[in-house]
């Protein structure tokens, strides 16, 4: 069986603010003000992080023999129940707002592979569930690679990069980017661990320093050399990791010195809903139930933040009905 461990309620602190930042990032894409628009691209790091803390969380966890049909049946469930209750509302919605999908569309989101080529209005956020899914089905292959000496370990990781790097160069979008956010998981998997285990004074203002830097390499490159596929597959990603590890730091060094006066239940209950958000936030900021624009950005935004948090709770209760 899977080992048990704590909750770590630092880390549920680094998914809630992963998620509110995923949130932000679509968010300030709608308000039309291209200025406001910019910090989407450093508001998405929430999508790094998820995926480094997911690989750090099934990191610390130890598949056992003959338990491996059971892992996967566990984390796949974790996919697919939430992934065809969200699409089944958002094409029926589409459906009376006289919008058409694709057979192709029905296809590719029933076998959750609709990161490859398909973008649903309101849906198309559930990319991340066809990499996490991805990512899942290669762990136990990680686990096994954790008995492999250092040598081999340091040749697969250095052709790993290599052909991240190459399709990033010649502008293979989905190899680059998706062999990337495989590869981050793989760094929350193996190195994570290491980094938060020795987290100090010294540490976090190392990593302070090296984000800085990466942030300025960032924004200097957009300047210089613009939207090319050097910045947009390799500036970018790599200096969004460096970003993530930071901000994973960050809040785990800031949570070591307030803890004591942190609401744990709060924080627990928001950490359990942060998947839902992710998933069903777009369905407010997009169409099929488009709510910018109708009222003034106060109130319309308020909504958008009432329908979304409204729209988890139903999709959690949902969810634990199905899997019941």
């Known amino acids: 069986m899977e080992q048990k461990r704590e909750f770590d309620y630092s880390i549920a602190l680094v998914r809630i603010v992963s998620c509110i930042m995923i949130f932000l990032c679509h968010y300030v894409q709608i308000l039309g003000n291209p200025i406001i628009a910019q910090t989407a691209q450093f508001f998405n790091v929430g999508v790094f992080v998820f995926f480094m803390i997911s690989g750090y969380l099934l990191g610390q966890k130890q598949i056992n023999k003959g338990e491996l049909a059971s892992w996967y049946k566990k984390r796949m469930t974790r996919i697919f129940v939430p992934l065809y209750i ?108 290491n980094i938060i285990r020795n987290i100090s004074r010294k540490s976090a203002l190392r990593w302070s320093v090296t984000m800085l830097i990466a942030v300025g390499i960032r924004l200097v490159s957009k300047v210089v050399i613009g939207d090319s596929c050097i910045y947009d597959y390799i500036i970018v990603l790599y200096t969004q990791v460096v970003l993530g590890i930071w901000i994973i730091i960050a809040i785990k060094y800031v949570y070591q010195m307030f803890k004591e006066y942190l609401n744990y239940r709060l924080i627990k209950t928001m950490d359990g809903y942060t998947m839902e958000v992710y998933m069903v936030h777009m369905m407010f900021m997009q169409l099929p139930f488009y709510m910018f624009g109708k009222i003034n950005l106060v109130i319309d935004s308020c909504m958008i933040v009432i329908c979304t948090i409204l729209a988890a709770v139903i999709l959690k209760k949902i969810e634990k009905i199905v899997i019941r």
């Open 86 to 193: 969200v699409v089944v509302v958002v094409f029926v919605a589409l459906y009376f707002e006289g919008i058409q999908v694709s057979p192709k569309a029905y296809v590719m989101y029933a076998l959750n592979l609709q990161a490859f080529g398909v973008s649903i209005s309101g849906a198309g956020q559930l990319w991340f569930l066809t990499i996490i899914m991805i990512c899942y089905l290669i762990t136990p292959f990680l686990q096994k690679t954790k008995d492999w000496n250092r040598r081999i370990k340091e040749v697969v990781t250095t052709i790993f990069i290599l052909i991240q790097l190459v399709a990033g160069l010649i502008g293979i979008r989905f190899i680059a980017l998706y062999v990337f956010y495989v590869g981050t998981y793989a760094l929350g998997y193996y190195i994570l661990p």
